[in-house]
Nanobody, 129 residues
Framework: QVQVTESGGGLVQAGRSLRLNCTASGFIFNFIYFAMLWFRQATRKVREGVSCIDWGGHETLVSASVWGRFTVSRNNHKNEHYLLMNQLKPEDTAMYYC????????????????????WGRGMQVTVSS
């Protein structure tokens, strides 16, 4: 059974940085085959795609709302995936979810909440003004 676990969330002041971590287990030998995703969902808003990184880290995509501030990366040797969030704003406050794509690449539909194959439980990130 696939398990996806997020860590690194919490409370941070606006303008500061935070790194989110995601670990996938249960299919150790296949982690390298899948693109990895971050989503977020603010209160009373729809879940939105934040980032995608392909299987080898060759292609990374981020949403327009975080472009230039967030960076995504992965370490296939550790089955880990990261989201470095710089210059945080109060509007970045949300539940953040790590997810696994059914594809090894960042497909056109990567940012749709219907796209991921597996989800983590999510963790809260709160940015105070």
């Amino acid at each position: 059974q696939v398990q996806v676990t997020e860590s690194g969330g919490g409370l941070v002041q606006a303008g500061r940085s935070l790194r989110l971590n995601c670990t996938a287990s249960g299919f150790i030998f296949n982690f390298i085959y899948f693109a990895m995703l971050w989503f977020r969902q603010a209160t009373r808003k729809v879940r939105e795609g934040v980032s995608c990184i392909d299987w080898g880290g060759h292609e990374t995509l981020v949403s327009a709302s975080v472009w230039g501030r967030f960076t995504v990366s992965r370490n296939n040797h550790k089955n880990e995936h990261y989201l470095l969030m710089n210059q945080l704003k109060p509007e970045d406050t949300a539940m953040y979810y790590c997810a696994i794509s059914p594809s090894g690449y960042c497909e056109d539909s990567w940012s749709s909440a219907d796209h991921p194959k597996h989800w983590g439980r999510g963790m809260q990130v709160t940015v105070s003004s």
